[in-house]
């Protein structure tokens, strides 16, 4: 699905990335593996990038990663966590932005509700982690596949 977000979105990320990096030295962002009772894992699809990923955002200022993840679980995809989510890895996205990090969590305990974000989310689903659909995005693929398949965790995200 492509809408004019998607279309722009590769001339606005340099934008962007040059106000993030003026602003902050370094970046953190958080992403959550919620997992449902018939053992499917949740993805989002943005409305301004292709293909699905795990929840998540940017830790702002002054925020911990537990409550910047708690509060984008809640704004992209109606899910209230209980409890602490547990920390799996972290990851150097370098690659893609240089000095941006990523926290990936499990969310083990939680309940459903409705997001509270408008206009950032196309869709929400629940997709079991052996047969997720063609455009999950690469890194999220390898999240998963650390998390359910055994891989090896990559520190490059």
Do not use: K
Not at 56 to 77: D, H, K, P
Not at 115 to 120: D, F, L, N, S, V
């Amino acid at each position: 699905m492509t809408t004019w977000r998607t279309r722009i979105e590769p001339w606005t990320r340099p934008l962007f990335f040059a106000h993030a990096r003026a602003s902050r030295g370094m970046t953190l962002g958080v992403r959550g593996v919620a997992v449902d009772g018939d053992g499917r894992v949740l993805l989002v699809r943005h409305t301004y990038l292709n293909g699905w990923w795990l929840p998540g955002g940017g830790v702002e200022r002054g925020q911990t990663a537990e409550a910047a993840l708690i509060r984008e679980m809640r704004e992209e995809a109606g899910v209230i966590v209980d409890g602490r989510p547990i920390l799996l890895s972290v990851h150097s996205n370098d690659r893609h932005f240089r000095g941006d990090h990523v926290l990936v969590y499990r969310v083990e305990r939680f309940t459903l509700t409705d997001r509270t974000a408008h206009g950032e989310i196309a869709d929400v689903g629940w997709f079991d982690p052996c047969a997720l659909p063609d455009d999950v995005h690469r890194a999220t693929r390898a999240r998963l596949s650390e998390v359910f398949g055994g891989a090896e965790c990559d520190p490059a995200w």
